[in-house]
């Protein structure tokens, strides 16, 4: 059974919201509403005569001028990210928000008053799994104007952020864990800010219309300006990590990895958005998720090891969970920490070794090879290995899906079979693989 924080989420009842919007300065009202599993957060403009409604993902994104708007067609809603911001680090994965004009209201330029609104509206799990991104990879892009973001593997949520302002001015340093608890004490409060240099041209372009000191910090040299005292020494940076998350959670994912930044901003949070969300897609076309199948087909445990010799602690092959025809089937290996190899392989940072895994790729060809003989009395030996990549590591908690297609046999004696390991959708690790058997 998962635990509750790999339960979808979603609100106990509505949540609501009034207020000023920061750039094009109209009145509105917004609700967030409860929805049922798989829906993601979705935005609904009750002020349009049809009500659209539009998924808050990085396909729709539009424009990212000092905020991140969203798009379908001709409708838009603008400056997203803090209600974002704070139903991602909440942890809150379904939900849909309604409000009667094309932007959310600014409050007092941080995401404050939609944690208060949502730990209101209370959040209740739900019986699906939450979707999750894994970085098992550094992925990382750069601008031309000197902005940075890499996200680094790490099980947990974590950003390192450096904000500097034009000619360094109130360069600042934060990183921290993302948990609910910290970002509403931490992140949550910080507000958005502006350089008074930038005021006019924003002007021009008809936003910040809505904007005033109640609602943002403005930097004039090396003066604030704002209603109140700043509510942290580094409080930009705060905010730079806020517009990180709910730019991210375009992505559709929980990401459990270490996102570095380095003058963030919306233009470059999306793209690292879009490449995460482009990581998924290209997984899933790989191989398409497959249910567990019933158990006619497929071989247990007992029934591998009727027909394998190998055993504790070099069995690779938990079950054979299905045959198409004479030729392919797939087989599983739950990776636990348990496992004997992950002592020294490595100490402090466990990762499976590439050769067990073309071992279970060839355990599970046997198989393949022994049920098409009708004969569990011979052993197969490995003749060679070729074309062998692998293209991520398997960790402790993985599950490994074993792929083996027999390509060439000769007689009852050689066989060839293209083989592959799959976790969480993606290909791990693969090889041609080439044995003979032998009676035993």
Avoid: W
């Avoid at 917004?30 to 599993?37: C, N, S």
């Avoid at 497959?290 to 087909?297: M, T």
Wanted: charge should be neutral.
């Amino acid at each position: 059974m998962p635990s509750a924080a790999e339960l979808q989420h979603t609100l106990a009842k509505i949540a609501s919201l009034t207020g000023t919007s920061l750039h094009t300065g109209a009145k509105v009202s917004l609700q967030i509403h409860p929805a049922p599993v798989n829906f993601g957060i979705k935005f609904k403009r009750k002020d349009l005569a049809d009500e659209p409604t539009i998924d808050a993902t990085i396909a729709n994104v539009k424009t990212v001028e000092r905020a991140t708007t969203i798009g379908e067609g001709s409708m838009r809603v603008h400056t997203v990210e803090h209600a974002l911001s704070a139903l991602a680090a909440l942890g809150v994965d379904n939900a849909l928000i309604e409000m009667d004009a094309n932007e959310p209201p600014i409050g007092d330029g941080s995401a404050l008053p939609y944690v208060q609104a949502i730990k209101k509206a209370g959040i209740t799990p739900q019986e699906a799994p939450r979707l999750l991104f894994h970085a098992r990879e550094p992925i990382s892009i750069e601008s031309k104007g000197g902005s940075l973001l890499v996200l680094l593997p790490g099980e947990e949520f974590r950003i390192s952020c450096t904000q500097a302002g034009p000619d360094g001015r109130f360069t600042q340093f934060m990183s921290t864990v993302i948990t609910p608890a910290i970002y509403e004490k931490e992140i949550a409060p910080a507000r958005t800010f502006v350089y008074y240099e930038d005021v006019k041209g924003l002007m021009d372009k008809e936003l910040i219309k809505g904007g005033s000191l109640e609602n943002a910090i403005v930097v004039r040299g090396e003066s604030i300006l704002s209603k109140e005292p700043l509510r942290f020494p580094d409080e930009f940076v705060r905010h730079k990590i806020l517009d990180i998350i709910g730019d991210l959670a375009l992505s559709g994912r929980a990401i459990r990895g270490h996102v570095v930044a380095v003058k963030p901003g919306h233009g470059i949070n999306t793209d690292l958005a879009r490449m995460i969300a482009k990581i998924q897609e290209v997984a899933a076309a790989v191989l398409p998720k497959r249910n567990f199948p019933p158990g006619e087909g497929g071989l247990d445990i007992n029934e591998v090891m009727n027909i394998l010799p190998h055993r504790y602690p070099f069995l690779m092959v938990d079950r054979i969970l299905s045959f198409e025809g004479d030729t392919k089937c797939i087989g599983i290996k739950s990776v636990t920490i348990n496992e004997p190899f992950f002592g020294g392989h490595f100490p402090g940072h466990p990762v499976m070794p590439g050769v067990l895994q073309v071992e279970a790729m060839a355990q599970v060809a046997s198989v393949l090879m022994l049920r098409l003989s009708k004969s569990a009395n011979r052993v197969g030996y490995f003749m060679s290995a070729d074309a062998v990549k692998f293209r991520k590591p398997v960790f402790p908690g993985d599950t490994l899906y074993i792929h083996a297609e027999l390509t060439k046999s000769r007689g009852n004696r050689l066989a060839k079979a293209n083989c592959k390991c799959v976790v969480n959708d993606a290909v791990v690790s693969e090889g041609e693989l080439m044995f003979t058997f032998l009676d035993k």
